[in-house]
């Protein structure tokens, strides 16, 4: 097997709490700022609303003065101690539930009416071992979040999967082993490897830090303001905003011009446009891929080897795809399944030609997307 | 990459990007995954290349120069036509992938030692522009190059290409041609180990046989091909073979004598994986290896070509992209 490809192995000591930043960064994505620069904010209190149905609010992480308010930022210098008054979620039920946990920053989408919840206890990614340091070191809070998330979707039957080997439970739910060797590790294919069928009806998947945020909020009542993302060897818990470089000058690495640093994982992450971007609530992974680390992306032709059609656990044809998308063949492309797609990466990771197939699978998606908007 | 002063950085970036941190590096951004297994058309082709070695070493010793002559001929005709022809098209050159001299290398292992220059330019130069090039270059190929080359000589000049015509100092034979001109009882003498040390006329690396298939078995190894259509391939036209022989075993050679004699151990390993011309899932290139392997038997048998297995190939191409077809239900399809 792929060294790159085998499970993660032991999360190693407890996750090493970073002190809150002086400075949070909180990331905007799909949110329209609603304060000002140089207004004082309490710890909680609304930064930017979400302009997506399913999407949550943005929160300062920290109390203290605004001091950047751009499109894809709200940073914020510490200052006292303030707090947002926290909500009192025991009494709400249905829509208005799902509607207060929005405005504390919660996506909601993920949370649909189902009967069965899969627990994804999986590190999603190789090289991560946060999913399963939560799980170890961060039960309470889980459990916490497990509650509400049935509370929300109903579900009255839970499953918890676990690598082969790891012991954790969960209150009310079953624990069952499944495969834990990328991709077999993302939802879909978890919630396959449970239930035994392909995108069931009435069955939704949870990751473990799409819990701890919601653990959060259960037990303050404010929003979500801390991950534990895997950096190197070691798992840290840092505060929402805090700069990556500081996470990355706590595990000991730095990054020089030209590098990438890729928050979550290497197959499915996101390249942090500066060293000064904040770490988004549910980062479960901090990396830095040196300059040159491997040979960049071309535009080459698909040489058709067929490697990505072999690799793709959504048996479609990324190759294919990716050439549908490059020359705008919408059309054919969602005949050919484009919708199937999970976005793992792998066939990027294999194609010899170098070619952004990912990349442009999400391209068309995103054009899909549009035109099913304008109509 | 040129460094990028901060308020260079800051036009990049877009006012009221994030104030660099004194002097903080400019990062690159882009999308996942970021991670690569680490092939390269390049390294596949350099495998490939490698996993001819050992024939052409052998081609070099049975054959001597004139060999090494018609390998250096059509290796250097086809990185120079590659070359030409993405000049005319407006492209950067990409003969550095070694795609192109692994063609030409393909090719002459199916020439005779004895080919003329000409013949061995001719068939490099129209492997690259009628094989590769006029289809948009790698990738596009419907036909397996290097075959299509090989059969634009075998059809213009059959003389030229046939080893036991061209060759006729050699004390050699070619197994097949004694086959189809002198019938079964022509080749009874010919011992299965004679075949397998390449003591047989023909392409000129293609009947090195002991080293191409250490180089088949090299490739397989090294994961460069897969399984599935060599082996499909050579069931294919064994099993064809052994139901004729069966069925009259005095008016046909055995299914090993077919599987020994002529190309098509090489062609089953080097020319039907060419991955454009070939499907790329599992049952598709199961089926494509064994309708090429036994359309291989049929032109052998019915046909007027000694050795079938190039042309079978080019006709099983056309049927890949039906075979393209078969495919599973996408993940969560109802």
């Known amino acids: 097997m792929n060294r790159m490809f085998s499970p993660s192995t032991d999360p190693g000591p407890a996750a090493m709490a970073l002190p809150a930043p002086v400075r949070a960064c909180v990331p905007l994505a799909g949110h329209a700022p609603r304060v000002s620069c140089g207004q004082a904010v309490t710890k909680g209190q609304l930064v930017a609303e979400a302009l997506e149905p399913g999407l949550g609010d943005a929160h300062a992480p920290v109390a203290g003065k605004v001091d950047l308010v751009d499109k894809w930022n709200v940073c914020v210098v510490a200052q006292g101690e303030a707090r947002a008054e926290p909500v009192d979620l025991a009494a709400l039920e249905g829509g208005t539930l799902r509607a207060v946990l929005r405005s504390l920053g919660v996506d909601i989408a993920p949370l649909a009416v189902i009967n069965t919840l899969v627990i994804n206890g999986l590190n999603s990614e190789p090289g991560v071992t946060s999913a399963e340091l939560l799980l170890r070191d961060f039960a309470p809070t889980l459990q916490a979040g497990l509650d509400l998330a049935r509370r929300v979707m109903g579900a009255s039957v839970c499953v918890l999967a676990l690598r082969q080997g790891v012991a954790a439970s969960l209150a009310g739910c079953d624990t069952r082993s499944v495969p834990a060797v990328y991709p077999q590790t993302l939802d879909p294919l978890v919630i396959k490897a449970v239930t035994g069928k392909e995108n069931p009806e009435g069955v939704a998947a949870l990751s473990v830090h799409e819990l701890f945020c919601l653990g959060q909020v259960a037990e303050t009542g404010l929003p979500c303001d801390r991950t534990v993302l895997t950096v190197g060897e070691r798992n840290f818990l840092v505060v929402v905003g805090t700069p990556v470089s500081e996470v990355l000058a706590a595990a000991g690495l730095d990054a020089r011009d030209g590098d990438r640093v890729v928050l979550d994982g290497l197959f499915r992450g996101f390249t942090a446009r500066s060293l000064g971007q904040g770490v988004d609530k549910g980062v479960y992974g901090l990396s830095v891929v040196p300059a040159g680390a491997h040979a960049p992306v071309t535009d080459a032709p698909c040489m058709e080897c067929g490697k990505c059609v072999r690799i793709c656990p959504s048996r479609v044809d990324p190759g294919l795809l990716s050439g549908c998308a490059e020359f705008g063949l919408l059309k054919q492309a969602v005949d050919n399944y484009i919708d199937a797609c999970m976005e793992c990466g792998l066939c990027a990771y294999v194609c010899p030609t170098h070619r952004p197939v990912l990349q442009y699978i999400r391209l068309a998606k995103q054009q899909l997307r549009e035109v099913a908007e304008s109509v | ?334």
């Open chain 2, 1 to 334: 990459m040129q460094s990028l002063t901060p308020d260079k950085t800051a036009r990049v970036l877009g006012a009221g990007a994030l104030r660099p941190l004194t002097a903080a590096p400019v990062l690159t951004v882009s999308a996942p995954p970021f991670a690569h297994a680490g092939s390269s058309v390049r390294s596949l082709m350099l495998t490939s290349i490698a996993a001819l070695a050992p024939a052409a070493i052998m081609a070099a010793v049975a054959y001597g120069l004139p060999a090494v002559r018609v390998m250096a001929l059509c290796g250097a005709t086809a990185i120079i036509t590659e070359t030409l022809c993405e000049r005319l098209m407006g492209r950067q050159s990409s003969a550095d992938d070694y795609h192109c001299l692994y063609v030409g290398l393909v090719l002459a292992f199916l020439l005779p030692a004895a080919a003329p220059w000409w013949l061995a330019v001719m068939g490099a130069a129209s492997s690259i522009v009628l094989g590769k090039m006029i289809f948009g270059g790698l990738g596009g190929s419907p036909l397996s190059p290097a075959l299509v080359g090989w059969a634009v000589c075998r059809l213009s000049w059959p003389e030229a290409m046939d080893a036991e015509f061209s060759m006729l100092a050699s004390e050699l034979i070619s197994p097949l041609h004694h086959l189809k001109f002198f019938g079964p009882e022509a080749v009874d003498g010919i011992t299965s180990v004679q075949l397998l040390l390449g003591r047989q006329l023909g392409g000129l690396g293609a009947s090195q046989l002991w080293a191409v298939s250490a180089g088949g078995l090299l490739l397989l190894a090294l994961g460069r091909v897969r399984w599935e259509i060599p082996l499909a391939f050579l069931t294919g036209l064994v099993a064809t073979t052994g139901i004729y022989w069966l069925s009259d075993p005095a008016s046909h050679a055995s299914p090993l004598f077919h599987l020994l004699a002529g190309s098509a151990i090489f062609v089953a390993f080097f020319a039907a994986t060419d991955e454009p011309s070939s499907p790329s899932r599992v049952l598709p290139m199961l089926l494509f290896g064994l309708l090429a392997g036994a359309l291989t038997a049929v032109i052998r048998i019915y046909g007027i070509y000694p050795d079938g297995a190039p042309f079978a190939v080019l006709l099983a191409n056309l049927f890949t992209p039906m075979l393209a077809r078969i495919r599973p239900k996408p993940f969560g399809a109802r």
